[in-house]
């Protein structure tokens, strides 16, 4: 069955409508940032993948085959290990050099369609998946991972400050591979998230307490790997804006981020949160939030979970600052759901 329903591409006459009438701005614009042209608006939101041994391998050349030909213009890659010492997760990496040529070939076949690809990096800490025991699981603090259950153990200082540099080395790796980008995981309630949200980190020393303590682990991160790579590649960040528990991140946390992130030169800004308590197609569920850091960070910014209206995207294209929307399960149920969409836009037939 066809995840796209009818619903939403039977809206399609609508948005022509809305387009000549009143519109300005289309999902299907070609925009550049940084120097990246980006063929329409869409973003693959991160999935994670399983992998072997952490390479790109058969299973994950197949998904981004499909996915790079199904119209969006930009793939974010699932989350790709920095640190060895998380090695165990089976998921992509780049803590060493000799994953390069497995991102070549990935960056290779995603441009054969005309997309980009953004990797995007993780240091995973206490949100493990699979049987981890006996590993250093690191964290702010020592608070029990509330999907993991994994009780972590508080970062020292100079554990800190060796995750900036690993960020970098890998970003760099992704610049080798000749990749287009890359994304920091700063969502989710992985390692560089869980030092914004209160709950997660109680710590006392400089990377606790105000925001601008909180924030500082991010935006180290983000300073080491510019720094890396150069003012002139695409350095994103994806980043909760609403954790849905009481100590979570407030949205006043969120726009000094997204500020202090812009300052210093971040290209764009992907709005996430705790999307898993969400009822699947009750979205978009962030746009409040993505639209008031919008108005505040010269960033672009991508709204990301429970986009599944192609009408209520273009009207939040043209009401607002949002300027890319990022999606994840349509796609991983219907690969192709982007060029669908443009064929039945465009007049041609597209089955439904
Ligand atoms: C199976 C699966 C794997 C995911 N893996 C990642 C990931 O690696 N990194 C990430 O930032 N988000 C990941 N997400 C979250 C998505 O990127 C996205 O934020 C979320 O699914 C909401 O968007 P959607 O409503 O379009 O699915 C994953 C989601 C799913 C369903």
Redesign the pocket.
């Known amino acids: 069955m066809r995840y796209s329903l009818s619903r939403d591409i039977g809206l399609t006459g609508k948005i022509d409508f809305i387009r000549t009438v009143v519109c300005v701005k289309a999902l299907s614009d070609a925009t550049v940032l940084n120097g990246l042209s980006l063929k329409n608006r869409f973003i693959r ?4 993948e399983k992998t072997t041994d952490g390479t790109v391998d058969g299973h994950i050349l197949g998904v981004y085959r499909e996915l790079s030909r199904g119209g969006a213009g930009t793939l974010i890659t ?2 790709t290990l920095i640190d060895e010492a998380e090695r165990l997760y089976p998921i992509l990496s780049l803590y060493d050099d000799s994953f390069i040529d497995g991102h070549k070939e990935l960056t290779s076949l995603v441009h054969e369609s005309g997309a980009n690809i953004i990797s ?1 990096l ?1 240091y995973a800490g206490s949100w493990v998946i699979g049987n981890r025991r006996g590993d250093v699981l690191l964290a702010p603090s020592a608070i029990k991972h509330l999907k993991s259950n994994a009780v972590p153990r508080e970062a020292s200082a100079a554990e800190i400050k060796a995750i900036p540099r690993k960020f970098a080395e890998a970003a760099l790796r992704a610049k080798k591979a000749g990749h287009d980008g890359v994304e920091l ?1 700063a ?2 309630w992985f390692f560089l998230c869980q030092f914004l949200t209160p709950y997660y980190n109680r710590r006392t020393d400089q990377y606790g307490g105000s925001v601008e303590n909180r924030a500082r682990m991010l935006i180290e991160t983000y300073e080491a790997v510019r720094e890396a790579v150069g003012r002139d590649f695409p350095v994103w960040v ?1 980043i909760n804006v609403n954790d849905g528990f009481d100590m979570g991140v407030s949205l006043e946390d969120c726009l000094y981020v997204g500020r202090e992130l812009s300052r210093r030169g971040i290209d764009a800004i992907e709005v ?1 949160g705790n ?1 898993m308590d969400r009822p ?1 197609n009750s ?1 978009p569920f962030f746009k409040d939030e993505a639209q008031a850091l919008a108005a505040v960070t010269g960033a672009s910014i991508i709204l ?4 599944r209206d192609f009408q209520k995207m273009t009207e939040i294209l043209n009401s607002t600052d949002i300027a890319y929307f ?5 796609l ?1 149920k219907e690969p192709d759901l982007i060029n669908r969409f443009f064929e039945r836009a465009n007049g041609k037939s597209a089955d439904s």
Do not use: C, D, I, Y
Request: no cysteine.
């Open positions: 939101a991160a999935v994670g699932g989350f995007q993780v995981h969502a989710h994806k996430s999307w699947e979205g990301t979970g429970g986009n990022g999606l994840a399960r349509p991983m």
